[in-house]
T-cell receptor, first 112, second 111 residues
């Protein structure tokens, strides 16, 4: 199916564990983004990528790692999860600033 | 840094009444403007966008927004809301290949 998919939809992990959130898009969009959504903060950009093998930090990158070896995939890794990283994570993709971004369904991550 | 301000965090409105959700941004250069809607437990969906041309843009479900450059605003309006419009609405600005979002406005339509 065409679109952007995130997995898993829900994840509970323990403090200190490494966890990877997956994002896959079928449009061959150049740009991909990772946001976190927290009450009172709206959506904050964690990392973004302009193309394969090109990534850059957003507003809140600390504690996160990304990679983009293929255009269609943009995984987000929490190297050592902390409770403050409990959030809803959204992946998005698009052609650039002069067009809209398309969002996945989100991953609800709980760190206990 | 770019900022987007949504002045109202919650807006309750009766069914069939008009509504306006306010959005202001800070930028001295040209930007692209978007409104997204988020239904419970779902991702964000594009509602409408302003890229260039006419300052009044419309969506397929009756929403409209007007770009006002002098006031750096992009307010969202609907003349008559429906129960199904209950959702979270986000204003966003695109600048330099990044999207900057407001904190969202929760619209609740009361029967």
């Amino acid at each position: 199916d065409a679109g952007i998919t995130q997995s898993p939809r829900y994840k509970i992990t323990e403090t200190g564990r490494q966890v990877t959130l997956m994002c896959h898009q079928t449009w061959s969009h150049s740009y991909m983004f990772w946001y976190r959504q927290d009450l009172g903060h709206g959506l904050r950009l964690i990392y973004y990528s302009a193309a394969a093998d090109i990534t850059d930090k957003g507003e809140v990158p600390d504690g996160y790692v990304v990679s983009r070896s293929k255009t269609e995939n943009f995984p987000l890794t929490l190297e050592s999860a902390t409770r403050s990283q409990t959030s809803v994570y959204f992946c998005a993709s698009g052609w650039g600033s002069n067009t809209e971004a398309f969002f996945g369904q989100g991953t609800r991550l709980t760190v206990v | 840094a770019q900022s987007v301000t949504q002045l109202d965090s919650q807006v309750p409105v009766f069914e069939e009444a008009p509504v306006e959700l306010r959005c202001n941004y800070s930028s001295s250069v040209s930007v692209y403007l978007f409104w997204y809607v988020q239904y419970p437990n779902q991702g964000l969906q594009l509602l409408l966008k302003y890229l260039s041309g006419s300052t009044l843009v419309e969506s397929i479900n009756g929403f409209e927004a007007e770009f006002n450059k002098s006031q750096t605003s992009f307010h969202l309006r609907k003349p008559s809301v429906h129960i199904s419009d209950t959702a979270e609405y986000f204003c966003a600005v695109s600048l330099g290949n990044q999207f900057y979002f407001g904190t969202g406005t929760s619209l609740t339509v009361i029967p």
